[in-house]
């Protein structure tokens, strides 16, 4: 109602986006209320025969859900939980094996944000040299996208018999992701320009002449502490180098938050190779078994989770993680 609302966009922005997200929480827990009563209410009218026991147990699932999905979103509750990311992966041990699987991971991570409505872009990509990729980082942007994927961070195994084995042996290869908080104009990051480098180079890969023949990639350094962020994705050296600072200073704020949270540098220690022994999830298909070795939950839907139905490995670990915080 205030006539000076819109003199400062920018804040205002900020002010309508924290609005929305404490509406959603009421929203959810009206939700919960709601159903919660209503099971209530029914099991009065199953008491006195006015209702079926098939009609108790249908509402008493639907109220289950409604806590369950309060209890999962409630561990979403750190500031930097609330926003989009950057999703980083990586080939580990074993060749073109794991250049494919990385790919794997990539599609799968794509269609989990398709199947969230979550928009998603490729920053930077280097494509194997028989097949798959070597390295890929895409944003995914959208609420709570960095908060929902955060746990996604460590080495993934899979086991298959290769396509690329003449002899159709069975063959273990890794990647790792690394998901990084994709800061916005909220969070102020103090950057000086004397301790950038910047480096131009051509786009790889797909995307035409335009971009494969002019220098229109950038690669950002951060002297001081050898942060990198590179960005091909844009036709413009201008686009690409604004959306590269964008990546420095996302890394950068999780350089920080690192520094205040013992549990990440312990997990960045967890993560230092990618082999044998350090994978957080198997994904074995020839069984039809992926199984998350931090809270044991595993499922034979090997097909569904590689399309990206990835959610109750999210919301279990997350779970997990909260319950473990709330242990020490």
Not at 21 to 35: D, G, M, P, R, T
Not at 102 to 121: E, I, T, V
Not at 154 to 181: C, D, E, I, M, Y
Request: glycine share 4%.
């Amino acid at each position: 109602m205030n006539p000076n609302f819109w003199d400062d966009p920018t804040r205002a922005e900020k002010i309508l986006k924290e609005l929305k997200i404490h509406k959603q929480w009421v929203s959810l827990y009206e939700n919960a209320e709601s159903n919660i009563n209503d099971v209530e209410v029914l099991d009065e009218f199953y008491k006195a025969d006015e209702a079926t026991e098939e009609e108790v147990a249908e509402q008493y699932k639907v109220c289950l859900d409604a806590v369950e999905e309060l209890e999962f979103k409630s561990t979403l509750n750190q500031p930097e939980d609330e926003l989009s990311c950057i999703l980083e992966i990586n080939a580990g041990a074993g060749g073109t094996e794991s250049c494919d699987w990385s790919a794997m991971l990539l599609r799968m991570y794509q269609m989990w944000a398709d199947n969230n409505k979550f928009k998603h872009s490729v920053l930077n990509i280097q494509y194997g040299d028989v097949a798959g990729i070597k390295k890929a980082e895409i944003e995914i942007e959208g609420e709570f996208s960095y908060g929902y994927l955060k746990g996604e961070n460590g080495v993934h195994r899979l086991v298959r018999v290769s396509p690329f084995n003449a002899q159709g042996k069975r063959q273990t290869s890794f990647s790792s992701v690394f998901v990084h908080p994709m800061v916005d104009d909220s969070i102020e990051i103090e950057i000086n320009p004397s301790d950038l480098k910047v480096d131009t180079f051509r786009a790889s890969g797909a995307g035409g002449q335009h971009v494969n023949k002019t220098e229109s990639a950038i690669r950002i350094t951060h002297i001081p502490t050898g942060i990198v962020a590179e960005c091909q994705q844009e036709r413009s050296q201008h686009m690409n180098r604004d959306k590269a600072m964008k990546m420095l200073r996302s890394r950068m704020y999780e350089k920080e938050l690192e520094a205040k949270n013992a549990e990440k540098d312990a997990l960045e220690a967890s993560k230092a190779k990618i082999e044998w022994g350090a994978q957080i999830r198997s994904y074995v298909l020839d069984d039809r078994r992926v199984k998350d070795h931090r809270t044991n939950y595993q499922t034979s839907q090997t097909d569904s989770v590689l399309d990206g139905n990835i959610d109750k490995f999210l919301q279990t670990f997350l779970l997990y993680s909260s319950q473990q915080r709330s242990n020490l």
